[in-house]
């Protein structure tokens, strides 16, 4: 499936913005197993595009391509028009990662990780700046060893940003964190995006990808099977109709473009076309003088389209 | 466009000396909040030079620069070469050497960088088996230091190849405790330090001439002892010209060493 989005966007000069990030027909196998199966996916400066599916979908297998840390087996990717792998010590400069598990000197304290990282990077944020960001400037003489696991997410989260990149790969930002910090780490990446820099994110919480994302695609087995913004994605999957009918109540009539899933007493529509299902069906309450029950009528959420595919479901 | 020759870019770059440096550094710091490893790296050479005299091995000529000879081995392959296969293998399946890989720090400047504390010390012990033994009045002057310090490098150029090749068949740290047991078996056997060459057959003797560990101990020898693998004096011009076979063996060790070790090294525990 093809993901890529017409954008108008023009530089001060007038000419097009590129995308930050391409990718085109991605493949990467492991021996006999191919993880990622020729996904496209493009995404522009000052975007947040979002990668879902469950563990094994392949989306950490194709972020690692876009990290530069591994190289693709078939297809192409670009970052900043450069390829991560081949074209490394061009890319890294501009590269923010934050892997989805990864070590740190246990022995070291977050302030030296963070000096140590920094004295490797361009242009690297100053150490107070980037640990008042993250809440751990209190911590900031202790070891890494005796942080919280949210602790070492939050100065992973630091590592990854400390270069003030212009493409940013977060692989499950939030695992692990509170509340808190993920409102916390919300408001670094939606910094960072208002500074102009593309971002990709993998994530299973998926009030983080409706928060965040501009786009989400969804992933599973290899490939991506839904795409759009969430509004999209969430349309894709019919809107649901519950109430429960009064006793004595006549036969519910068929109403064109709803399918009955639970018959009466406690009945469920669904529908892809919400308001003239509903208006025809309060039509008919009306008619009769019934009152319907603890009447809901709710649009599709990101979640039940994101389970539809999940479970394996064709999406619409 | 959005291309890499954006303002961004005009951001000083760290040199590649100055990022391999600061790991470099962080690394030799967290060396030193390891007591028992410094106090260890202190005192094992010094052990290997107060057992001259308590063993009376002095009396027939200085033995200073025969102790530096086995010193070159036994610290090689002991310390550079065990140290090093246990900590690589460590830093990968703590995720370390993924993480620092995904930065701007290449691939041979995390090698370097993490193996730089060992290297410190591996020539750190070296010069505190020679200053040992020189203090002890066992020490007399080398043929040659041109050839016994082209032996340390090499030597711990080549340890370190070795050891990042041999993290490809090491699952774990413990387990290097047994994967680096052929080379420190061939060190024992081949090399001349243990058991003379002289003392083998001679077709025997050659081949292990071309063992990893044997030129470096026999162009310290040349050196430091003035003494060719069999047991020949030679002086200045004569260690020269028994040089250049131990050159060429341990140049391509270390040639085979550095194609073979960037291509079964890995960066993260198997999945």
Known sequence: ?316 | MTTLTTPAAAAAAPTRLRRTLALAGAETRLLLRNRTAVVNSVLLPLFLVAFVPVAGLGGHGPVGPRIAVTAFAVTLVFLTYYNLVTTYVARREELVLQRMRSGELTPGEVLLGTATPTLLVTVSQVVLVLAGTAVIGEWSAPADVVLPVVALVGGMVLMTLLAAASTSFTRTAESAQITTLPLVVLASVASGVVVPLSAFPDQVAQVMRLTPIEPIVELARLGLVGQTWDGRAVDWAGAWAAAPQPLLVLAAWIAVAAVVAPRVFRWAPRR
């Open chain 1, 1 to 316: 499936m093809q993901l890529t989005r017409p954008r108008t966007d023009v530089d001060p000069r007038g000419d097009a913005v590129r995308p930050a990030v391409e990718v085109t027909d991605l493949r990467r196998r492991y021996g006999d197993v191919e993880a990622v199966r020729g996904i496209s996916f493009e995404v522009h400066p000052g975007e947040v595009f979002a990668l879902l599916g469950v563990n094994g979908a392949g989306k950490t297998s194709a972020l690692e391509v876009l990290e530069g840390l591994a190289p693709v087996s078939g297809g192409t990717v670009r970052v900043l028009g450069a390829d991560p792998v081949a074209d490394r010590a061009a890319v890294r400069p501009h590269l923010g990662v934050l892997l989805q598990s990864s070590g740190l000197p246990a022995d070291l304290t977050v302030r030296e990780t963070v000096r140590l990282w920094g004295a490797t990077l361009t242009g690297a944020r100053p150490e107070d700046e980037a640990l008042a960001q993250v809440g751990l400037t209190g911590r900031a003489d202790v070891r890494v060893r005796s942080l919280s696991g949210g602790e070492r997410r939050r100065l992973d989260l630091t590592l990854a940003l400390l270069g003030s990149p212009r493409v940013v790969v977060l692989d499950e930002p939030t695992t692990g964190l509170d509340p808190e910090s993920r409102r916390t780490v919300w408001g670094l990446v939606r910094q960072r995006v208002a500074e102009g820099a593309a971002v990709v994110l993998t994530t299973h919480h998926l009030e983080e990808a409706e928060e965040l994302a501009d786009r989400i695609a969804v992933m599973r087995a290899g490939r991506i099977v839904l795409s759009g913004t969430a509004a999209e994605i969430a349309a894709t999957q019919p809107a649901t109709i519950r109430f429960t009918m009064p006793a004595g109540a006549p036969a519910l009539p068929a109403v064109p473009g709803a399918e009955v899933v639970a018959a009466a007493p406690r009945v469920e529509l669904h529908t892809r076309a919400l308001q003239p299902v509903l208006t025809r069906l309060l039509a008919w309450a009306d008619a009769h003088g019934l009152v319907l029950g603890g009447l809901q009528a709710r649009a599709a959420s990101l979640e039940q389209a994101f389970l539809a595919v999940a479970d394996g479901a064709d999406p619409s």
